[in-house]
């Protein structure tokens, strides 16, 4: 399986921010959720893919090629949908749609008309007059409509209600299904992760601490709970972090079906990526 793309140590320096050798892939026909806290560093590595942000060192490679410098912010198979809107607030539906048509080849008018339809959009008000959810899906029809091959969201389902955001994430999964397309994708609604990524990064502080296959994550990891006294007498390689409360210990399991042919008594719970993300952040290595 092909990379679409791959990012090999990549470094940004700012004053007080470093995204420090950030290494990961992502194949062809696949869903990449990437996540991490508040100034972890996520659009900060979108914007570096673009070339909208200066890297200071390391490698880019998109469908197979190193990135050309300043080639990038109109690329024909690249979309990009940010959290915040940059069309003119002037602009009707329509000045949209005529912008676009002349700035991609690829551009399908009906494919727009479909999606503006489909999101309800109002063709008589001005975006200005749009709401935060309105301006997602504009800039989601906008992102569909030049028939990319990779999209690069950030944040995408952010604002919008919960019944368009399940249609949306459909629509990304029906963007991916002819195995050619692929979808990198921040947010911190992991639940929107767990239900279309295949593959999910997380960043902390600039570093990515994982990533790795969802489905393989989210079955291996488990959540134990246990007294003091059991704590002691762990096998350190099997945990991953761990945290103290008032009376037990929580401890973060890479591979919980191993666990517990060691330990056939021990109550091993599942884990949600919010579970896994807060232990890596929170809890401490022993
Ligand atoms: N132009 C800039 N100059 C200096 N520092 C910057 C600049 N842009 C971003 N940063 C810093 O880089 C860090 C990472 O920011 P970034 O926006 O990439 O985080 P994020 O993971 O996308 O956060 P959020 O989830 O809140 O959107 C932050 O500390 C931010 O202040």
């Given amino acids: 399986m092909e990379n679409i793309l791959e990012l090999r140590n990549v470094t940004k320096e700012y004053k007080n921010f470093t995204l420090d050798h950030v290494s990961f892939a992502l194949p062809q026909g696949m869903i990449m959720g990437f996540v991490g806290e508040n100034g972890a560093g996520k659009t900060t590595t979108i914007k570096t893919i673009l070339d909208v942000v200066k890297k200071t060192s390391g490698e880019i490679y998109l469908f197979g090629q190193p990135i050309e410098q300043d080639s990038l912010q109109m690329h024909e198979d690249i979309a990009v949908v940010y959290d915040d809107c940059s069309i003119s607030s002037f602009f009707k539906i329509k000045d949209v749609e005529r912008m676009f048509k002349s700035f991609y ?11 503006t339809e489909r999101f309800e959009l109002p063709g008589d008000k001005k975006i200005s007059a749009f709401s935060r959810g309105m301006k997602m899906k504009l800039q989601l029809a906008i992102a569909l409509a030049h028939n990319p091959k990779l999209l690069l969201l950030d944040e995408p389902t952010s604002g919008l209600d919960p019944i368009i955001r399940d249609e949306v994430l459909d629509m990304f999964l029906e963007f991916i299904q002819d195995e050619t397309h692929s979808i990198l994708f921040s947010s911190h ?17 600039g570093k990515i601490i994982f990533c790795e296959n969802k489905d393989d994550l989210l079955s291996h990891t488990g959540l134990l709970k246990i007294k003091p006294a059991v704590f002691e007498q762990l ?24 666990f517990q042919k060691k330990m056939p008594d021990a109550v091993i719970d599942r884990v949600t990526l ?9 809890g401490e290595t022993l």
């Fill in 235 to 258: 096998d350190h390689d099997s945990c991953i972090r761990y945290r103290k409360t008032l009376d037990h210990y929580e401890v973060l399991i890479k591979d919980r079906y191993a």
């Fill in 189 to 205: 609604i992991t639940s929107d992760i767990e239900k279309i990524a295949d593959y999910v990064t997380f960043i902390h502080k």
């Fill in 105 to 115: 080849k690829n551009w399908d008018t009906a494919k727009f008309n479909t999606l």
């Fill in 274 to 282: 919010d579970d896994i993300m807060l232990m890596y952040v929170k």
